[in-house]
């Protein structure tokens, strides 16, 4: 337990330390984190033995009358290698040896005005993380991840130069110094993750850190002043926890929370997962998962989950509420999360507890 709160301490503060404050830009994030791991954190591609195939989508409404919609299509591969036998709560528990895991995602951000999309942002991240077992079932994995992404204004715009007694004249200059209607920008983003499972390989504790971003890539559509960069991307910081405080073997309650800083801008998630196994003796993977979080923006947020071994489904809405809600927000944000699920095992039983 020492080694744990040590590579802990020594993991936030060299992420900490790397994370810069700088300007408010627009945060991708799902409100289901535990089932969007690449946006999350890096680190969590190598925390579960499943192969994953899974789509994310999320869309809001504002009150000024546009739109957001982010798709995102993600695949998680952890690496196995061998099959050993450990210390667990219960005896020696039977477990297959993960040390990595390789995630690909890509992902599209729109923003719609009327019938019109005004500004697409369309990429991708390659993850790749590393795992030790660092004593009986508990775990210490850290990632790293490369992104390419490319901003577009897919509409025309109209500037203030262009209205004239009232009424909008296309054909007079913007007066606006745009270098081109797009732009290509790399990002840069580590984590790691102190985690523990059970003798089923499930997730049982976790505390982590992650840094989105922390190049600050330069995303401006106009032309840069001399000497200076004019529209930075700024880092993100994400640190996440959760801690099981029940389980009967038939049903699970995990508390967590998340925690986003970016810039000027903060969000803290903070609430509860429970799960239910029908058939927790023949079949561990098969559950009804039902969430609830309080976000400290005035918002609640429901979800509903079913797994089995092979795919995996999620509702979630946020709703808002509070009298003085901003233009950019909206009173209630729908969102899915659908998966295909591979569980790898061993050619034996993997998870099997006996007293020594």
């Known amino acids: 337990m020492k080694l744990f709160y040590k590579i802990l301490v020594i993991s936030f503060l060299w992420i900490t330390f790397s ?50 919609s982010t798709p995102m299509f ?9 099959q050993d036998r450990v210390s667990g709560t219960f005896g020696k528990v039977s477990r297959v040896h993960r040390w990595g895991g390789l995630g690909v995602s890509l992902l599209q951000d729109s923003q719609v005005a009327g019938d019109q999309t005004k500004l697409q942002t369309t990429g991708g991240h390659l993850t790749y993380a590393h795992n030790l077992d660092i004593g009986g079932l508990s775990h210490w994995s850290m990632g790293m991840q490369v992104g390419y992404f490319n ?19 296309p054909s007079l200059p913007t007066n606006e110094n745009l270098v081109g209607n797009s732009v290509g920008f790399a990002t840069f983003s580590a984590g790691t993750m102190v985690y523990s499972d059970d003798k089923h390989a499930r ?15 330069n995303v401006t559509f106009f032309e840069r002043a001399a000497g200076q960069n004019t529209d930075l991307l700024p880092a993100r910081m ?29 969000q803290v998630n903070v609430g509860a997962l429970g799960k239910f196994y ?12 039902f969430g609830l979080w309080y976000s400290l923006d005035n918002a609640m947020i429901f979800s509903f989950e079913y797994y089995n071994p092979h795919f995996i489904i999620g509702l979630s809405y946020d709703l808002r509420f509070g009298s003085s809600l ?24 993997l998870y099997r507890a006996s007293i020594d």
């Open 74 to 82: 993600s695949f998680v591969l952890p690496f196995i290698s061998k």
């Open 278 to 289: 029908p058939k927790h003796e023949e079949d561990p993977y098969t559950s009804l998962g």
């Open 151 to 169: 901003r577009r204004l897919v509409a025309d715009f109209t500037t203030e130069s262009q209205f004239v007694y009232g009424g909008i004249d």
């Open 19 to 68: 994370a810069h404050q700088s300007a408010i830009a627009q945060n991708i994030q799902y409100s289901q984190f535990h089932h969007s791991p690449i946006m999350l954190n890096p680190a969590t591609v190598a925390m579960k033995n499943e192969m994953l195939v899974m789509l994310n989508y999320r869309t809001q409404f504002t009150q000024a009358g546009q739109a957001f």
């Open 326 to 349: 901003p233009l950019n927000e909206s009173n209630g944000i729908p969102e899915i999360s659908l998966a295909f699920r591979k569980i790898i095992k061993h050619k034996r039983k």
């Open 203 to 217: 997730i049982r504790n976790y505390l982590g850190i992650s840094i989105y971003n922390f190049n600050q890539p």
């Open 238 to 266: 994400i640190v996440t926890g959760g801690w099981r405080v029940f389980d009967n073997d038939q049903m699970t309650i995990q508390p967590n929370a998340r925690w986003i800083l970016q810039g000027k801008s903060s």
